[in-house]
């Protein structure tokens, strides 16, 4: 999936800024968007504690992160009398409902049999899950492979929040239902769906990384679909262009431009860590100054200079700054 303000380009330098300091131990990563940063760590010996806002995110950390291995499955199996689970979802009989309304016939994000196919295996997940023949970690699970897998197949540039005029050669090829592979490394990896602060306060990490988002694009919006799908949210039928709905409004600060640095300190003030990682670009709603002369009340700062390539749905890439700020706790 391709998720703004992701790290992948990056990983190798923020693991090499970080090791210099504290070459294993607990990882916190409460940003942790669709566990990106925490799968390369987990795989580098790290314990990862992650979390995030979005129940869609929370699925990908499960399967990315605290997955050491495929789930069981054991009552689904049972019930279904099958051993392949990919292959139980890929010989489902295209179905109608919501996706093929809203999001194939009356805005063009999938083709029609891809909608048909995606409706069956979410329909199929839910009603699994409200049986109760899933457990929480399996639910997470086949709901991330299955957003991943739509994801391929999208009539987008990359977000929910347009789709293109015409269907593409990604977008013209055939659904095919892929489980993620889970990641090996440290066990003991744990997801929270929970806002950032409850997830830095009352512990002590040896690393926290933190990567918020900079601007007021709300990841809610942008990813709506996969978060109903998640969620299991129905969208009301609506007439706007793009299709975005959001029954009950996640915020966050970190996207308002008069609450990111109150929230920004509350996170610093309630979190005890060896080593801070703080990734924000330069151009972001809380101005460098002032993260400077903030860290600096938490430890001795150095600034790392990255490249990156902004998110933007055209075809010229856009390369602005980003900043890595480490803060090293000598307290
Ligand atoms: C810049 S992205 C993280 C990208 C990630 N590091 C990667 O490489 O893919 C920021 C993430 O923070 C989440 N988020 C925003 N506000 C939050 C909050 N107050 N608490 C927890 N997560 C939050 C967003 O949903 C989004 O997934």
Not at 137 to 157: C, F, G, K, P
Not at 232 to 255: L, Q
Not at 308 to 324: F, P
Request: proline residues 3%; glycine residues 6%.
């Amino acid at each position: 999936l391709r998720y703004l303000g992701s790290k992948t380009s990056l990983l190798d330098d923020i693991f090499r800024l970080t090791n210099e300091v504290v070459s294993n131990g607990v990882l916190c990563d409460p940003f942790g968007g669709i566990g990106t940063v925490g799968n390369y760590f987990k795989q580098k010996g790290y314990q990862i504690i992650t979390g995030d806002i979005l129940t869609f995110a929370h699925c990908f950390q499960v399967a990315r992160v605290v997955n050491d291995d495929f789930p069981d499955f054991m009552l689904f199996k049972k019930k279904m009398g099958i051993v392949d689970i990919a292959g139980f979802f890929n010989t489902l009989e295209p179905t109608t409902g919501w996706i093929v309304r809203e999001y194939s016939e009356k805005r063009q994000y999938f083709s029609e049999i891809n909608s048909g196919r995606i409706q069956s295996c979410v329909d199929m997940i839910w009603k699994l899950y409200e049986d109760k023949i899933l457990l929480h970690e399996e639910y997470a699970y086949l709901i991330a492979s299955l957003i991943n897998s739509m994801d391929q197949v999208a009539n987008t540039a990359g977000t929910y929040y347009a789709y293109l005029k015409k269907f593409n050669r990604k977008s013209n090829k055939n659904f095919i239902y892929k489980l993620i592979t889970p990641s090996t490394g440290s066990q003991g990896c744990i997801s929270q769906r929970v806002d950032a602060i409850d997830l830095v306060k009352n512990h002590k990490y040896d690393v926290l990384y933190l990567d918020p988002p900079y601007n007021e694009r709300n990841y809610q919006r942008y990813y709506h679909l996969p978060e109903n799908i998640a969620t299991r949210t129905i969208p009301e039928s609506n007439k706007t262009i793009s299709g975005v709905y959001v029954e009950k409004a996640i915020k966050s600060d970190f996207n308002n431009k008069n609450r990111a640095y109150n929230s920004f300190c509350e996170i610093l003030n309630n979190s005890r860590f060896k080593c801070l990682i703080f990734h924000y670009t330069d151009d972001g709603i809380i101005p460098v100054n002032l993260i400077r002369n903030t860290l600096s009340k938490y430890g001795t700062v150095e600034e790392f200079n990255l490249n990156c390539r902004a998110y933007t749905t055209k075809q010229n890439v856009k390369e602005v700054n980003h900043h890595i700020y480490r803060v090293i706790n000598n307290i």
